[in-house]
């Protein structure tokens, strides 16, 4: 199968295979996991911060965030189409009591500083205290610019409000805006990161923060089932994604890019390919056949996401021949679905 749902879907390289078997392991309960740690700080330190905590999940990663920034009956400013509001089940309202206070996103993905200025709530005890600002970068694929993220980072140091990145694909914005990971995570209070993304790890998310803020989601992490024993069988493989995953990423980009191309050529397809930043392309069905679109590759062997729009995620497991192939089969399918 060519799969091009998500880069959630890459396999673990032979490399991170027999790491993982080779992996020196402990109880990471009792904080005697040494591969974990050794990640843990390694991770601390690549994105510029005191401390780190390996995650089972991105979803867990942002849900120990939001939490250990606001408390019960406090609130978190986040994007309309942020995935800590629309894609994690709802987590900090549920298990949090922290009230989400969503933003319409603009086109770029960012949130209009004056309408985030407009939803802070007042100190007044019939309102609930706005706490926290979440950004996500990238979003839809976009990237957020240097500039806009400085310029969050003085609206929360004005409004005494901690700011949050769900850098899920941080390393993928880092590539695009041609810097160094830490010139984007500096902005921040806190991170969380998904190794198991277009980085290639088969499990885990790392979050951090400073040495206070990681020890009270430490503890919510075991509050919430995701302190894991020898996970160091998982950090092992996070080490080298984290490490080796980066260096890859604008073939990534450089695929989508090329998809792109080759889908503005296919006339039943409408696509911008100036939205195209990174690993993910989205693209309309002018018929309105994206369903039939995806089972008809589906036979072919090829997996899409059939939204409107639909989406094409590029990552290490898909290269250019399989993009030549998935263009070839829409063709195919549009001279037989006018
Ligand atoms: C994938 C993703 C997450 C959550 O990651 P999971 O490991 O799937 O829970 C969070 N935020 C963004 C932006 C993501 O793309």
Redesign the pocket.
């Known amino acids: 199968m060519i799969d091009f749902r998500?880069d959630?879907v890459t396999r673990p390289t032979q490399e991170m295979r027999q790491a993982m078997a080779s992996a020196e392991v402990g109880d990471d309960v009792y904080g005697d996991d040494p591969t974990v740690n050794s990640l843990q700080d390694y991770a601390a330190d690549r994105l510029g911060f005191e401390a780190a905590l390996f995650t089972?999940?991105?979803?867990?990663?942002?849900l120990l965030a939001i939490m250990s920034h606001c408390g019960r009956g406090d609130e978190y400013l986040c994007g309309q189409s942020?995935?800590?509001y629309r894609?994690?089940g709802g987590g900090a309202a549920v298990l949090g009591s922290i009230q989400p206070q969503p933003i319409e996103n603009e086109p770029d993905g960012s949130i209009d500083l004056a309408k985030a200025r407009a939803a802070v709530k007042a100190d007044d005890f019939h309102f609930a205290m706005t706490r926290l600002l979440s950004l996500?970068n990238?979003?839809g694929g976009k990237v957020l610019s240097l500039d806009y993220q400085r310029q969050a980072r003085a609206f929360c140091d004005e409004h005494q409000l901690r700011l949050h990145l769900?850098g899920?694909?941080v390393f993928n914005a880092a590539v695009k805006s041609n810097c160094d990971v830490t010139e984007i995570t500096r902005y921040y209070d806190s991170v969380?990161v998904?190794l198991?993304?277009g980085l290639g790890a088969p499990v885990g998310?790392i979050l951090v923060g400073s040495k206070e803020f990681i020890a009270r989601a430490t503890r919510l992490r075991k509050m919430l089932g995701g302190a894991m024993r020898q996970a160091g069988i998982l950090a092992a493989a996070g080490r080298i994604a984290l490490e080796q995953g980066p260096l890859r990423l604008h073939e990534d980009h450089e695929n989508a890019e090329y998809l792109a191309a080759g889908l503005v050529e296919i006339p039943s397809m409408a696509i911008n390919p100036a939205n195209t930043q990174t690993n993910i392309v989205y693209a309309h069905c002018r018929h309105g056949k994206a369903a039939a679109l995806r089972d008809f590759l589906a036979t072919r062997g090829i997996l899409i996401t059939a939204g409107d729009p639909i989406r094409f995620v590029t990552h290490r497991d898909v290269g250019r021949t399989d993009i030549d192939r998935l263009l070839g089969e829409i063709r195919q399918f549009y001279q037989s679905h006018q």
């Open positions: 998500s959630t089972p999940t991105g979803t867990q990663a942002n942020a995935h800590n894609y994690e996500e990238t979003i769900d899920a694909r969380s998904c198991s993304k998310s």
